[in-house]
């Protein structure tokens, strides 16, 4: 009997374990909970940032176009200052054009009294220049397109050592218009200290206008207009 009472006893001192919780069970749900709490911040920053992008709408084709052209624009008139600026010494639009009559590689005689009553475009290149060589089938395509009857376009060579020189430029260019020989009374008349120089002279032999340097086919079409 003693030792069945000693039995129920023991049994009765151990605590139950079904359901027990110690400390590391407690850890483990702060942790949890403090995981779903990260969750529910980084869903919330995620959220806002779809908010931000929803305030700020896409550029339109038009907004992107607008863009473009306006950049365009914009170096299209920093361009034309810099020709304005480089052409200052030049003679000014609207003043008379000295007269010229030179010989062409050729033999003929041309000048400013060949070309009365049509555009002049007189292009004034050195054999030696690179920028010339760049430029050069611009005038070959501005030949190509207009009428004779229209424009008279010739190339006159200065600063040169031989005729040789000049033929060699024409040859390599292909050049397709009269190539005159210009003198030193040609340069100084025409006020010509870079190459290339282009002017045009109108139906009255008056300066329709001028630019130093590189010059598209484009902006020779639209400046022998």
Known sequence: MARRDESLDESADEPERDGEEG?????EHEHEAGAED???????AKDDDREEDKGAPPKTRWQKVRGILLQVALVLVALWGIGKWQARNLLPERAA????????????QLGTETAKGRKLVLYFFAPWCSVCELSSHNV?????????????????GLAYESDA????????????VPVLKG???????????????VYIIDEDSKVQDRVVGYTTELGLRLRAL
């Not at 070959?140 to 006159?156: I, K, N, P, Q, T």
Request: no cysteine.
């Open 165 to 176: 020189d000049l033929r060699e430029f024409a040859r390599s260019h292909e050049l397709n």
């Open 38 to 44: 990260e969750d529910r911040d980084a869903e919330g």
């Open 23 to 27: 400390p590391d069970s407690d850890a």
């Open 140 to 156: 070959r395509a501005l030949r190509s397109g207009r009428s004779e009857d229209e424009v008279a376009v010739y190339a006159v």
């Open 183 to 197: 003198t030193e009374t040609t340069q100084r008349d025409y006020r010509i200290d870079s190459f290339p120089t």
């Open 97 to 108: 054009a000295p007269a010229i009559a030179l010989t062409s590689l050729d033999g003929e």
